[in-house]
């Protein structure tokens, strides 16, 4: 594993995983994050950016909530890789099984998805259940999906890869498995790296 070049001097970044599964990934990358799950880095530390690892569990949302996604002070992005569930008072939810479609969408060219074409995009879709999201009558919240299951209706959006604006907070939901297999799977080392570039190379706002 290549280490990661281009990475944010004068930004915090916090990664979030009780597996350690990311953090090792991220150590081989040679990205500078520190490990949130130990108290004393959440208690004196406000992170720019979080990087939260596949299937936390429910217990942990609470940790998340109460204590990593509250210090908002200087939190610009969030990066939430693929989870079973969300709590039911989430903004967004997993989608059931009845509710799986093969019909995907995608934009390849995206940033996002630099270096997979069509073709990788739907071998990981196999192994991926997607979010689905409400849409809300707020204008500060914009949703952008670049991996999207077909629309139940004009308020609900399925997808297996979303952003979400809301004010000054970017927040990424990638569905698609990359942790588990990432040494031997070379479209997670990709997604992975995209997903990094994307909140690393100025893609986000920064608070005023």
Avoid at 107 to 134: E, H, Q, R
Avoid at 174 to 198: I, V
Wanted: glycine letters at 4%; one cysteine or more.
């Amino acid at each position: 594993m290549a280490p990661i070049e281009k990475q944010p001097r004068d930004k915090l970044i916090w990664v979030f995983d009780t597996s350690g599964a990311l953090q090792k990934i991220f150590k081989g990358l040679q990205v500078h994050a520190a490990d949130a799950t130990f108290q004393a880095i959440r208690d004196f530390q406000d992170p720019n950016i979080i990087f939260i690892g596949e299937n936390v569990g429910p217990k942990n949302f609470q940790t998340l909530k109460e204590r990593i996604l509250s210090k908002d002070k200087c939190l610009e992005a969030v990066v939430f890789l693929r989870q079973k569930q969300f709590p039911k008072n989430w903004p967004i939810q997993v989608a059931s099984v009845e509710e799986l479609s093969r019909n995907v969408s995608c934009d390849p060219n995206s940033t996002l998805l630099l270096g997979l074409n069509k073709l990788d995009i739907m071998n990981m879709v196999s192994n991926a259940i997607p979010t689905k999201i409400t849409k809300r009558k707020d204008k500060e919240w914009k949703v952008d999906s670049y991996i999207s299951g077909p629309r139940k209706t004009e308020k609900q959006i399925y997808s297996y890869l979303a952003v979400i604006q809301d004010k000054n907070l970017t927040t990424v939901y990638c569905q698609l498995p990359l942790t588990k297999d990432f040494s031997k799977e070379p479209r997670s080392a990709l997604l992975l790296r995209d997903l990094l570039g994307f909140v690393f190379e100025n893609r986000v706002p920064t608070n005023n």
